[in-house]
């Protein structure tokens, strides 16, 4: 059966600040990004989603972009980029850039001449109104900011240094498709398209995600762009649900690959205090989300499957039980590995990484994080419960530097890290090439395994089956495809159970030895015929 090449693609998400610093300026960049392709060669990823290295001043850490046709000199040089297209590619990875087509960075050249002339032809690249609304910024304070020159406001969705396009203005769209050009004609595979589903809000009518031209936008995107290159695109959807996701995924639509999908993330959340504050984690009310998208008609529907991004603390942190680190953290990657749809594993979760630790507000970077400590205040917190809220919460806590080694610097830097997050030992790079037990090598065994051309069929086409469902702390369930029955038993708690039949031989295991007991985190692959 023919199908879409990205329902092979196992992907990596690299964030450039905080992988590999070449120079010393404590700061990843794309030298150190292709110093390390043998590293991800190795762990077997078949491509590598890059978080934003465009022109940026940086205030949203690059998902503020001032030129969408240059890299960022923090990051290197645009022969770099070339580079690492080129010499990912020679490894067997190709690389899809983080396209940021909801906003500019206000140090855009559109938006600096928009923002200082009405008669400029970029004036209705932006979103302009003489009085505001009371749409509030995701970061904080109004969605809409004060412009002198022009003495009306702009819209900002994010920070006020990210105004937002104006997707109803089509020479704006047509500048944006030749940025998207510029870039797959020079091999990139695709693209992260992020907070695309904001592309048809209508801010009159207080609308910002699922606006009323969002698909036929994102048919238009398509047609002009990557569906020109069969590339891949992965859109970010914080709002698309069960049934919605549909309409993005639908071939026949000629939409997106596939979307990131948060509502499994976001049902853990405190109803007065959003994501700032989660309530416990329940593997059962996780396991019905995720299973009810695999239900879905296979013809319309793919998914992502993955942990952890740049925006979450380390879901390792918020899931299990830390004493069971290791366990876990093979058990969480390998639970929704064989699932129907495209993997994704964000730096450090094959070390099993975990969240940072932050001595003071201080150390926090993030501009939203910053914020929040002043807003969750103003809401009711104290001082210290909002540092601990930042501490569980905050998106730095993902964000820390790769552990490369355990020497100063981690590895990642020969000079200060731009952020820190303090010591973790044995779980480096270089630590865990040494323990063939380690969370490196059971990533790697995993990867090989979903890879190998006798399950492919199987793990990308099999019908899906849950097992055990009285078993509410389990994930369970078979894929299913021609006789053949791939199995999955993994035990998401740190109780200990009788152990399940395991009647086929075992293709995965995450404890060195047997037991009669089904212990905490553990999980069982293994194959029925
Ligand atoms: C989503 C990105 O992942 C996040 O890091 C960023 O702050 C917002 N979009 C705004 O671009």
Request: net charge negative; charged share 30%; aromatic share 14%.
């Amino acid at each position: 059966m023919s199908h879409p090449r990205f329902q092979d693609d196992i992907i990596y998400q690299i964030y450039p600040r905080s992988f590999k610093d070449s120079d010393g300026d404590g700061i990843g960049d794309i030298p150190g990004i292709i110093a390390k392709l043998p590293y991800l060669k190795k762990l077997g990823i078949t491509a590598i989603w890059l978080s934003p290295v465009f022109a940026s001043p940086m205030e949203d850490m690059g998902y503020d972009i001032a030129d969408y046709y240059h890299i960022d000199p923090l990051f290197g040089s645009d022969e770099d980029m070339d580079e690492l297209i080129e010499k990912a590619k020679k490894n067997g990875i190709r690389i899809i850039m983080d396209m940021v087509l909801n906003h500019t960075s206000k140090e855009h050249e559109w938006f600096k001449q928009a923002a200082k002339d009405k008669n400029s032809p970029y004036r209705d690249f932006y979103i302009w109104r003489e009085t505001p609304n009371d749409i509030g910024a995701t970061f904080g304070g109004s969605a809409w900011e004060y412009n002198k020159a022009t003495d009306d406001y702009y819209f900002h969705l994010y920070a006020p240094g990210q105004p937002d396009l104006n997707w109803d203005y089509p020479p704006m769209r047509e500048a944006l498709y030749q940025a998207c050009d510029y870039w797959l004609e020079k091999g990139v595979y695709g693209f992260r398209l992020d907070v695309i589903e904001n592309i048809g809000k209508e801010v009159d009518r207080h609308i910002i995600q699922n606006g009323p031209h969002l698909h036929e936008r994102l048919h238009e995107l398509n047609r002009r762009t990557f569906g020109k290159y069969d590339g891949i695109a992965i859109g970010e959807c914080w709002c698309a649900d069960h049934d919605t996701r549909l309409l993005y995924t639908d071939p026949a639509r000629e939409e997106l690959s596939m979307v990131f999908l948060f509502n499994d993330w976001c049902a853990f959340h405190d109803r007065e205090f959003g994501k700032w504050k989660c309530r416990p984690f329940n593997p059962k009310e996780y396991r019905d989300i995720i299973y009810q998208r695999q239900y879905s008609d296979p013809a319309k529907a793919w998914d992502t499957l993955f942990w952890n991004n740049h925006d979450l603390p380390r879901a390792l942190n918020r899931y299990a039980d830390l004493r069971y680190r290791d366990q876990a953290a093979k058990m969480m990657f390998a639970s929704t590995l064989f699932l129907r749809g495209t993997p994704f594993i964000y730096q450090g979760d094959e070390l099993g990484m975990v969240n940072g630790r932050f001595a003071s507000v201080k150390d926090f970077r993030d501009i939203e994080a910053l914020n929040h400590y002043q807003i969750l205040q103003d809401k009711g917190m104290s001082e210290a419960e909002a540092k601990l809220s930042l501490d569980q919460t905050a998106r730095d806590n993902a964000r820390i530097p790769m552990r490369w080694n355990e020497r100063k610097g981690y590895g990642f830097t020969s000079g200060q890290p731009w952020v820190d997050g303090g010591k973790d030992p044995g779980h480096s790079v270089a630590e865990e090439e040494k323990d063939p037990d380690s969370v490196l090598h059971f990533y790697r065994s995993a990867i090989a395994l979903w890879k190998d051309g006798r399950l492919r069929d199987l793990i990308r086409d099999g019908a899906f089956a849950p097992d055990y469902l009285e078993r509410e702390e389990w994930i369970a369930y078979s894929r299913i495809l021609g006789g053949k029955k791939l199995r999955v038993i993994a035990n998401f708690s740190n109780h200990v159970y009788p152990l399940p039949t395991i009647d086929g031989p075992v293709l995965l295991h995450n404890y060195q030895d047997e037991s009669p007991d089904f212990r905490p985190y553990e999980i069982y692959v293994f194959l029925n015929e």
